[in-house]
C-alpha cells in the first residue's frame, strides 16, 4: 500500500476497512485497538461527504453508473467542452482557477485508461446533444468523441429521448459506484450542496431509480445510430 493511501486513513478522508485494520493490529502490536475502533465508527460516518473524496472512490471503483441532466458526463467531456462548461459558472472564476479546473476534469478521465479496467455505465438526456448553447464545433467534436467512447468495451453509453411518456430522473443526476471493497456508494450534487450516501437504504432507492432510466433510455444500439444521425454519418 503507497503512502498516499496510509495518509489518506490517517487524515480521516478514506475509511479504515475491518480486514486491513486486523492486517494493522498485528503489525503494530496494537493488541486489536483499531480493529475496535473500525467497529465502533457507526455505519453513516465511514464515507466523507465531499466532492474530492468522491473522486477518490470513483478513481478506485469497480463499476460505475452515472446520469446527466445538463452536460455531458465529466468522464466523457472534450478538453474544449469542459473549458466551455466551467466557463458558464456564476459567479464566474477567474482564468486561472477555470484552467486548474479542467486540468483536474480531464485528469479524472485516467479512469478510461486504468487495468484492471472499470465496469462504466452512462446515461445521459438528448437535450444535451441537441443543445444550441455554446459553440456548435465545440459540440460536435462533444459528440464525436462520445461515439469514439461507445466503443470501448467496458463502457455502455444510453441517451435518454426528449419524448418520453414518464422519466423517473425527474429529481437530477446521480452516479452510483461500487468500491474496491464492494461497498456501495451513491453521490448526489445540486446547487449549492452535495452529498454522498452510503447508508444501504438511500443508495437502494436510487438503484431502483437507476435500474428504471436504463429501461426508459434508448438502448445502447439505438443510442449508438442517434449519434450517428446527429454526425451525418447515417
Known sequence: MDEDTIASIEQGRRPLQLDFAIQLDELLDTKGALQVAVAKVPQKERFPAFVQDFVEYEQEAVSLFGYETQVVPGLLQTEAYARFVFSCLFPPIDEGELEEWVTARLDRQKLLARKPRPVLHLLLEESILCSEIGDPVVLREQIRH??????????????MPMRLPKHAGLAGPMVLLETADHDHLAYVEGQLTSFLHDDPDDVSVLQLKCGMLRSQALSIEKSTRLLDELLGER
Open 146 to 159: 462520445l461515439r469514439q467512447c461507445v466503443e470501448l468495451p467496458f463502457l455502455d453509453l444510453q441517451i
